[in-house]
């Protein structure tokens, strides 16, 4: 039982490039997440999907577009990117939105130059 | 508005001595309450969680933290800290409005030898 994997780990993109960020979970959740975490800032939504075959927009959705695949799997797309978008990024799930508890993957250090 | 305040940046704390950590939360319902930890390039892990009843609550790892209503906080205390607590520390609110985590910045527990 894995719970939360991300790939990549580590990536630097240059201004424009686009990448997706790959999110799998296999704990049956139906709901998950997709954060970005900036010094000081704590972590802030970006997209969610409440459950398959939905999504909806975050604290901080410009610049970013999500698929959720299926139960399964949640990416996250960056068309053009920018240096503003430098992060860490974090996908969790719950077991649906309701229940609030949320479990993390180990995240994604994105540097955009 | 919502929002989830962490006054302390940083803590510095000898190994073996007690922990408080603050949180102050702005939330007009009855809040649902979490305390997270992230261990340095990892995700974040729950520690505890308050959604109703005794006010004072049992995490893992030996932490344990009270809600006071007439304070609006939900400090996380741990009687006597290990050098393997040296970690960020998050608190979160969860809004019944939309179902979403609301997020303190964080704060930084650095253990003395």
């Known amino acids: 039982n894995a719970g939360v994997t991300q790939t990549p780990k580590f990536q630097v993109l240059k201004t424009g490039q686009s990448m997706t960020l790959q999110c799998a979970q296999d704990m049956n959740h139906n709901s998950m997440y997709w954060y970005r975490q900036d010094p000081g800032m704590g972590l802030r939504l970006i997209y969610y999907s409440a459950s398959e075959g939905t999504t909806d927009k975050g604290e901080v959705p410009n610049g970013y577009n999500v698929s959720r695949l299926n139960k399964r799997e949640f990416s996250l797309r960056l068309e053009s990117a920018a240096p503003s978008q430098t992060s860490v990024y974090f996908c969790?799930?719950?077991?649906?939105?309701?229940?609030?508890?949320?479990?993390f993957g180990p995240g994604t250090r994105l540097t955009v130059t | 508005a919502q929002s989830v305040t962490q006054p302390d940046i940083h803590i510095t704390v000898s190994e073996g001595a007690s922990l408080e950590l603050r949180c102050n939360y702005s939330?007009?319902?009855?809040?649902?309450l979490f305390w997270y930890v992230q261990s340095p390039g990892q995700g974040l892990q729950l520690l505890l969680k308050?959604?109703?009843?005794d006010t004072l609550v049992q995490g893992i790892k030996g932490f344990e933290a009270e809600f006071k209503r007439s304070q609006s906080s939900f400090n996380l205390r741990k009687p006597s800290v290990h050098w393997s607590d040296a970690a960020e520390y998050f608190c979160a609110v969860g809004a019944s409005s939309n179902y979403q985590l609301i997020w303190g910045a964080g704060t930084k527990l650095i253990i003395k030898p």
């Open positions: 939330y007009g319902a009855t809040p649902y």
């Open positions: 308050y959604f109703s009843g």
């Open positions: 969790a799930s719950s077991v649906r939105r309701a229940s609030y508890e949320q479990y």
